[in-house]
């Protein structure tokens, strides 16, 4: 999937959150917030509190342990104000990584709310479709 990083005020919600994602990724976490997250951000993570400031944190030192993270975007879909990513991380090249689907609910063009899901990639499988 290829989006662009441009203008945040005329990307659609579901080229906003590929962007989202991307810059936080890439290592680039307070850029992605000031673009794109609203003042009245909240997620459900629940490994940190609901807040936006300790989930940016979290990414910040994520990328500080991880400034090689792969995010390849294998779908994105949207419906009005909310837009699903499905995607393959990986923490470096080396990593099998896991299968992470964000949700995103916009409001006024700015992400208010996430939800993330992810599941680790096993070694072996039965399954012969794999996971992407």
Not at 66 to 91: G, M
Request: net charge negative.
């Amino acid at each position: 999937m290829n989006i662009e990083h441009s203008s945040a005020s005329t990307n659609s919600p579901k080229e906003k959150a590929v962007s989202f994602l991307r810059l936080v990724a890439s290592g680039h976490v307070r850029e992605a917030y000031k673009r794109y997250i609203g003042s009245d951000f909240c997620h459900h993570n629940p490994y940190f509190r609901g807040d936006a400031d300790s989930l940016m944190i979290a990414m910040e030192e994520n990328a500080a342990k991880n400034p090689h993270k792969i995010l390849e975007v294998k779908r994105a879909i949207q419906e009005k104000d909310t837009v699903a990513v499905h995607s393959h991380v990986k923490q470096n090249s080396d990593d099998l990584g896991g299968a992470v689907v964000h949700i995103f609910r916009f409001q006024d063009n700015q992400i208010v709310e996430l939800w993330d899901i992810g599941q680790p990639i096993p070694e072996e499988s039965p399954n012969e479709n794999g996971m992407f």
